[in-house]
């Protein structure tokens, strides 16, 4: 029988349990495979690369499924934080969200579009620009935010509950050290969606 870590409505298969049919390797057995399969492979690169690459996968599938129960979506979530990130009077320009998020206008404009039906945004004219729009975050949508940042806290903290304090800072300061090098190298690494998400 497949374990499972849940915390706070998250659940996801435990890293390292006994595979079942149609269960992909453990990150070692991968990674042995890959090294049969291709001498020059440095293990430890693999295997941090891969570690991090299931290991967002699976969290991004299990948060995925709270912001289900929530009502939310990804992509409304991604607004909401950035309008939440932007401080009183959390409001923004669509061309600011829609380039830190990698959009497109028009996928930008679908989505708030829907967001405005759904009551979590404004959309009002720019008072020092009339030609602009800005948008802005509702009451609804930032109780939406709290309470999704709640259950997170929760997931979050167990998710984390094997690694002591220390241990959590130096992980800390080691993915906050490959993300500056990766968003040096590839700043624009995210793309812009172009299809209506």
Same mark, same amino acid.
Do not use: C
């Given at each position: 029988?497949?374990?499972?870590?849940?915390?706070?409505?998250?659940?996801?298969?435990?890293?390292?349990?006994?595979?079942?049919?149609?269960? @992909?390797?453990?990150?070692?057995?991968? $990674?042995?495979?890959?090294?049969?399969?291709?001498?020059?492979?440095?293990?430890? #690169?693999?295997? #941090? *690369?891969?570690?991090? &690459?299931?290991?967002?996968?699976?969290?991004? #599938?299990?948060?995925?499924?709270?912001?289900?129960?929530?009502?939310?979506? +990804?992509?409304? /979530?991604? *607004?909401?934080?950035?309008?939440? !990130?932007?401080? &009183?009077?959390?409001?923004? /320009?669509?061309?600011?969200?829609?380039? =830190?998020?990698?959009?497109?206008?028009?996928?930008?404009? +679908?989505?708030?579009? %829907?967001?405005?039906?759904?009551?979590? *945004?404004?959309?009002? =004219?720019?008072?020092?620009?009339?030609? %602009? *729009?800005?948008?802005? $975050?509702?009451?609804?949508?930032?109780?939406?935010?709290?309470? #999704? !940042?709640?259950?997170?806290?929760?997931?979050?903290?167990?998710?984390? @509950?094997?690694?002591?304090?220390?241990? %959590?800072?130096?992980?800390?300061?080691?993915?906050?050290?490959?993300?500056?090098?990766?968003?040096?190298? @590839?700043?624009?690494?995210?793309? %812009?969606?172009?299809?209506?998400?």
């Amino acid at each position: 029988m497949v374990q499972a870590f849940k915390a706070n409505g998250f659940a996801w298969d435990t890293p390292g349990m006994p595979p079942v049919a149609g269960q @992909q390797p453990s990150l070692d057995e991968q $990674i042995a495979i890959y090294q049969r399969e291709y001498r020059d492979l440095d293990p430890q #690169v693999e295997k #941090v *690369v891969n570690a991090l &690459s299931r290991l967002d996968r699976r969290m991004n #599938v299990a948060y995925g499924r709270q912001l289900v129960t929530l009502g939310l979506g +990804h992509a409304e /979530w991604e *607004v909401l934080k950035e309008l939440v !990130m932007a401080g &009183s009077p959390y409001q923004l /320009w669509p061309g600011t969200i829609a380039k =830190r998020l990698g959009l497109t206008p028009a996928a930008m404009t +679908h989505r708030i579009d %829907r967001m405005l039906a759904q009551g979590l *945004v404004t959309r009002e =004219r720019d008072p020092e620009n009339r030609v %602009r *729009v800005i948008i802005g $975050i509702t009451d609804e949508g930032r109780e939406k935010w709290l309470q #999704v !940042m709640r259950k997170a806290s929760v997931f979050e903290e167990e998710l984390l @509950q094997d690694l002591t304090r220390s241990e %959590r800072a130096l992980l800390g300061e080691l993915l906050t050290r490959l993300l500056r090098r990766v968003e040096d190298a @590839q700043p624009d690494a995210g793309g %812009r969606l172009t299809d209506l998400d």
